[in-house]
């Protein structure tokens, strides 16, 4: 059990609105109160960019070096690429975000699973279905035994690794709640349905409100992955056009500041996102990355992944269908592309919020990560035989890809493309600083991509379709032989390890 001694606890919701925020942690971070989010900067760079007329030449300059580098661009370059309207330049733009992501992740996808633990929230978010007020809203958080059932469909019949375990803020989901739920995720373990083997969920990414230090290093000492805290906008004045001010939630430099408390705390892997929709989608990308730069100069670490978000319509609210900034799927693959060049390294996921057309279609644009057979309803999976079931009134907003991961898996794989269940980053220490070097050299793709074919193999066996099965070994003879290629005296390590997957031992890493 995880040591909750050192932080607060709070009598109720309003207690908990009035004294969560810790403001000592805040100051250290925006030093002389300039905030790294600089509004001028951003609004500057994008004038700029707009009043030159686009010269190729320097595109091309910029595109080369995010490429060869893989290092975070510079606003003014990142404002550069935005401008590119010519459908030739802006290919030239894709297949370079394409080539880097295989330089840097190879021709792996890794899957995950969203699990929604509760809709209890103190904030007033207004495009949330879960904010507080909401009516139409069933509320429940799930108790540890409820959580066990949704395991048993995500781990035991879905056959997930990986879960983002997403939360509202509320007392009765307190620190100590994500704590114990994070235990429970792992030390769950059921019988896979094709071959018997023991399977479990082996790294839980939490989605949550920012926290405090103390609280932040609780999370590290169960094994949290991933802390990902979107920020809705960067935009201060909007931003507080959606918080209400009384919310935890309304403070800004709260919510800004969070990365730098985790990795002050030790949680290294953070995940960085916007809403997209509520604010101009270049406002947001250029404050991303100036975001991406301050986390970089302070630790040397930047995001582990960049999530996409686009709002989608929810109960009680008419924001995401009304909002003046929604962006199209055109929009929304330039950004994606743009994204990969402007920060090269870091990981991009890109959910079930978005139709299978727009999935399919962002594939080849950089991005690194998606979910199948998600079900976002509080205690959906195990509630819903059938995993495409939807009801407004209990989860957050509505889905729009329901492709299984059976389908997902298979259209991957005829395409070349190796859906990875690999979890061994974190457990062998492969984090925040010390897998940056690892990321941007193309070292940490190699590594994965053999971890990709041991876990596509169980994953195979253990819940795949008969067609399903049949197109993933093909592909995973066509791995074997690459490994072989380049690993020529590694190889029979691999193999060994391969073999043995295929016997029935499980959780075996490089
Ligand atoms: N409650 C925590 C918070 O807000 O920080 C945890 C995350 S919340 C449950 C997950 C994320 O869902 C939010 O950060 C927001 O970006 C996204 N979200 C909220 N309403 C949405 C909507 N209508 N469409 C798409 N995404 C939405
Ligand atoms: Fe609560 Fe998060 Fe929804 Fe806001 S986005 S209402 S904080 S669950």
Not at 243 to 269: I, M, Q
Not at 285 to 308: K, M, Q, Y
Not at 324 to 348: C, E, H, N, Q
Request: glycine letters at 6%; charged letters at 30%.
């Amino acid at each position: 059990m995880a040591d909750v001694s050192g932080i607060r606890k709070f009598a109720d919701a309003a207690d908990y609105t009035r004294n969560f925020i810790v403001r000592e942690e805040i100051g250290k971070y925006l030093p002389g109160g300039r905030h790294f989010i600089d509004e001028e900067l951003i609004n500057r760079c994008i004038s700029e960019a707009e009043s030159k007329t686009i010269d190729p030449v320097r595109i091309r300059e910029i595109i080369a070096k995010s490429e060869s580098t893989c290092e975070t661009l510079e606003p003014q370059e990142v404002a550069a690429l935005m401008q590119v309207s010519d459908p030739g330049l802006f290919e030239e733009m894709r297949a370079a975000a394409d080539r880097i992501k295989h330089k840097v992740y190879d021709n792996r996808i890794v899957m995950f699973a969203p699990l929604y633990m509760s809709n209890m929230c103190v904030n007033g978010c207004r495009y949330c279905g879960f904010r507080e007020g909401n009516r139409e809203q069933r509320r429940r958080v799930l108790t540890m035994d409820e959580l066990k059932e949704e395991i048993d469909v995500v781990a035991g019949r879905i056959g997930h690794k990986r879960l983002i375990a997403v939360y509202g803020e509320h007392p009765s989901t307190s620190t100590e709640y994500i704590a114990e739920t994070i235990e429970t995720c792992y030390s769950r373990k059921v019988k896979a349905p094709l071959s018997g083997a023991e399977v479990g969920i082996r790294r839980v990414n939490v989605n949550a409100a920012p926290l405090p230090i103390a609280d932040l290093k609780v999370l590290r000492s169960v094994g949290i992955g991933t802390f990902q805290v979107f920020q809705e906008t960067y935009n201060r004045k909007l931003y507080e056009e959606m918080h209400p001010a009384w919310s935890v939630k309304g403070n800004y430099d709260w919510r800004t500041t969070c990365f730098h408390r985790c990795l002050e705390a030790g949680v290294d892997d953070v995940g960085l996102g916007v809403l997209y929709g509520l604010c101009d989608w270049r406002f947001e990308l250029l404050a991303t990355v100036l975001h991406a730069r301050d986390l970089e100069r302070w630790f040397n670490i930047g995001p582990h992944t960049l999530s996409f978000p686009r709002l989608e319509p929810a109960s009680g609210t008419r924001v995401p269908e009304e909002s003046p900034w929604l962006i199209d799927d055109d929009t929304f693959a330039r950004i994606l592309v743009i994204a990969r060049l402007s920060v090269p390294y870091t990981g991009m996921i890109v959910t079930a919020r978005e139709s299978p057309e727009s999935r399919n279609r962002v594939i080849d644009h950089g991005m690194t990560q998606l979910d199948c057979s998600s079900n976002i309803a509080i205690k959906g999976y195990s509630d819903f035989e059938n995993e495409a079931h939807q009801e407004k009134e209990r989860q957050q907003f509505m889905l729009c890809d329901n492709r299984s991961i059976d389908e997902m898996v298979r259209y991957l794989a005829d395409r070349g493309i190796i859906t990875s269940f690999c979890t061994a980053g974190y457990r062998c220490g492969r984090t925040g600083g010390c897998i940056m070097d690892a990321l941007k050299t193309g070292r940490e793709g190699k590594f994965c991509k053999i971890n990709a074919v041991l876990t596509f193999r169980e994953w195979l066996d253990d819940f795949a379709s008969p067609e399903t099965r049949a197109v993933g070994e093909k592909l995973i003879d066509r791995e074997l032989a690459g490994i072989k290629d380049w690993l020529p005296k590694f190889y029979p390590s691999v193999l060994k390890q391969y073999e043995a997957t295929c016997r029935g031992e499980r959780d075996l890493f490089f």
